[in-house]
C-alpha cells in the first residue's frame, strides 16, 4: 500500500479550479518532486497535503489513513517553507522545539532531540541566536531542523532553496539529497527548477496548469517524455523543436523531411509506440542541445551559426534551422563565425518525435 | 570630532525643534517649585531659590492625590480592558474571513467619527438610569468605546504585516489558534500593542469633557481636579503647576516604560 495517496484531488478557489484532479503515489522512503512553470498549481497542492488548504475534492492518505478533513498538525506532516517562516522572536532552540512544546513531550527528550537535529545540521553552535542573527543558509538549516526534530512522516518542502545564492544552493541541494538518504524518510518537494528536480526526485511529478503531465523517474522523463511539454521542461539548456513534414513510413521508422536535413530528409524510429502518423502530416522532431554534434562524419543538419556563448570548457551555440532555432552544447570551442553554414550529427536513437499536438511518438 | 556644516545645522534644527516642544513643560515644572512673586516675576527669574510649599499645600489641601488615584484606576483599567478585548478582534480582522468583516470594520472607524460631545447627553442619561453616575465603571466604559478603535485599527495593522507563514508553521507545529495568537501574534505584534496602549491610556488620563460631566466628588479624576483651581480672583499659579507636574508623571512614566517594546524590525529574520 502507497505510504501517500492522493486520489483525484481538486482545488477550487471560488469559480476558478488551480487543481483539475491530480492523482498520485508515494512509496515510504520516496523522494517526490513537484516540479512545473509558475502557477501550475504544484505549491497549492504542496499545502493541500500539508492541510493548510481545504481539499475540495478528492481524498488524501497518509500511512493507510484518510487525513482528507484531518487538521494539519494531526496529519504528522512538516512542512520547510520558501519563507524559512521561522519564529522571530524566539532562538534557534525555541524555534526547534516548539512543535514538541506543543506535543507535551518531556524536557529531557526535546532537549536531546534538538540536539541531534542541530548536530546532523552543522547549527549546535547557533542555538541560542535569534534567527535575525543568521545568514540566509543557516535560516534554512533552521527552518530543516525544526522539520526534522518532529519526526514527521512526511516531510515537505516549498522551494525551500530559491531565495539562496547559486553556489549556497547547489551546497544545500547535496545537503538535502544526504538528509533523505540517511533519514529514509518520505519527501515531498516543490520546485520549478528542473535541475532540482533531477538531481534530487526518485520520482518526479510534472505539473502544468492543475494537471499531471507526466510521472517518472528522472531518467524516464529525460529519455521518454510523454509530451512536448515535459521534454522541454526537463533538461537543460531546453530540447530544440523543429517543425517538420512525414514524408512516409519504412519499416517502423518515419521518414521525415525539412529543408534544414542533409539530404531533405531523415530517418528516426518512435519511441514510445501508438499510432504511426501518415505521409502529409505535421511532426515535430526534438533534438537535446546536448546530443548534437559539431564533429560529425554523417551530419544530419545543416544549421546557420547565429551566435555563441564560451562556457569555458564548452560552448553553447545557438544556430538557426530554417523558421525554427537550434542550440547546441558542445565541448571545447568552435572556430566559426555569425553566418556560417555548418553541420551537426545526432545518433537517430536520441531523435524525440511529437505528433501535431504535442505527444511523444 | 569634526563636524560637517549639514551635520551642524541639522544638530541645531534638531535642537530648535526640542526645546520649542520641551520648553512649556519646562516652565511647568520650574514654576511648580517657584513661589508666587517669583512666578509673575517680569522679566522672568532663571535662578530662583526652589520652594516645595505648592507640593505641601496641594498635598494638603486640595483632592489632586485622590484624584491622581483616580484617573490612575480609570487609566489602567481602560487600558487593559482595551488591549485584552481589542487584541483579539483585531487578530480576528487580520487574519480571517467572515461575514460582515468590513461593516465591522467600518463601525470601528465611525465610531472615532463622532465628536464626544454629540454623545455626552444620551450618555448622561443612560448612566443616571443605570445608577453609574460618580463611579468607576462609568468612566471606563465610556473611555473604552473611544479606546477600543484605536487599539483594534493599531492592532489590526500590526498584525496584518506578521508574514501568514509564520502562522502556518505554528499550525503544522501544533499550535491552536489560542496558542498562535498568544506565543506569536501578541510577541511580534508587540510595537503596536505598546503604541494603543500609550494611547489608550493618555486618552484616558487627559480626558476632561466626560470626566466633569459623569462625576461629582467621589471619582474626580486628575484634568477635573486641576480646573478645580480656575476659579475666585487670583489664579494660584505654583498650585495649578504642581498640579500640573503630578498629572503628567505617571503619563510619562507609563510611556518610557511601555516604548521599550516600540522597536522597528521584530520579525526581521523571521522570512526572505
Known sequence: MSFLKLENIKKKFGDATVIKGVSLSAEKGEFVVFVGPSGCGKSTLLRMIAGLEDVSEGRLDIDGRDVTYEEPAKREVSMVFQSYALYPHMTVFENMAFGLRMAKIPEAEIKQRVGEAARILQIDVLLDRKPRALSGGQRQRVAIGRSIVRHPKIFLFDEPLSNLDAELRAQMRVEIARLHRNLGATMVYVTHDQIEAMTLADRIVVLRAGLVEQIGSPTELYDRPANIFVAGFIGSPKMNFVSATVLGIEGGAIRIGHPSFVGGSLSASPRIGGPLPKAGDKIIVGLRPEHLTLRSDRPVLTLTLDLMENLGGSTQVYARSGADSVTLLTPGRPAMQPGDSFGAGIDPDHIYLFNEDGAAL | ?272
Not at chain 2, 496641594?58 to 480609570?74: D, H, P, R, W, Y
Not at chain 2, 508553521?169 to 503596536?192: E, N
Not at chain 2, 516600540?262 to 529574520?269: A, D, F, Q
Open chain 2, 1 to 272: 570630532m569634526r563636524l560637517s556644516s549639514g551635520t551642524f545645522l541639522h544638530a541645531l534644527g534638531l535642537t530648535a525643534v526640542v526645546v520649542f516642544s520641551l520648553f512649556p513643560f519646562f516652565w511647568m515644572v520650574s514654576a511648580s517649585f517657584k513661589s508666587q512673586t517669583d512666578i509673575l516675576a517680569s522679566p522672568p527669574v532663571w535662578f530662583f531659590m526652589p520652594t516645595l510649599d505648592n507640593y505641601r499645600a496641594i498635598f494638603a489641601e486640595s483632592q489632586v492625590v485622590g484624584a491622581v488615584v483616580n484617573s490612575l484606576i480609570v487609566a489602567t483599567a481602560t487600558t487593559l480592558l482595551s488591549v485584552l478585548l481589542g487584541t483579539p478582534a483585531a487578530y480576528a480582522l487580520a487574519r480571517f474571513e467572515f461575514r460582515g468583516k468590513s461593516d465591522l470594520w467600518f463601525w470601528f472607524i465611525s465610531n472615532r467619527m463622532l465628536s464626544p460631545i454629540v454623545l455626552a447627553l444620551p450618555i448622561y442619561l443612560l448612566a443616571l438610569q443605570l445608577r453609574l453616575l460618580d463611579t468607576h465603571l462609568v468612566l471606563i466604559l465610556v473611555y473604552l468605546t473611544f479606546n477600543l478603535p484605536i487599539v483594534v485599527w493599531i492592532c489590526t495593522d500590526q498584525f496584518k504585516s506578521i508574514p501568514p507563514d509564520i502562522e502556518q508553521a505554528a499550525r503544522l507545529d501544533g499550535a491552536d489558534q489560542f496558542t498562535i495568537f498568544r506565543k506569536i501574534y501578541l510577541p511580534l505584534g508587540a510595537p503596536g500593542i505598546a503604541v494603543s496602549a500609550i494611547f489608550s491610556f493618555i486618552f484616558s488620563w487627559n480626558e476632561l469633557l466626560y470626566a466633569l460631566v459623569l462625576t461629582r466628588r467621589a471619582v474626580q479624576t486628575a484634568p477635573v481636579a486641576a480646573t478645580n483651581f480656575m476659579s475666585g480672583y487670583e489664579l494660584p499659579w505654583g498650585k495649578i503647576m504642581a498640579t500640573g507636574t503630578i498629572i503628567v508623571l505617571p503619563v510619562t512614566i507609563f510611556a518610557l516604560i511601555v516604548s521599550r517594546h516600540m522597536v522597528r524590525g521584530l520579525t526581521m529574520g523571521a522570512t526572505k
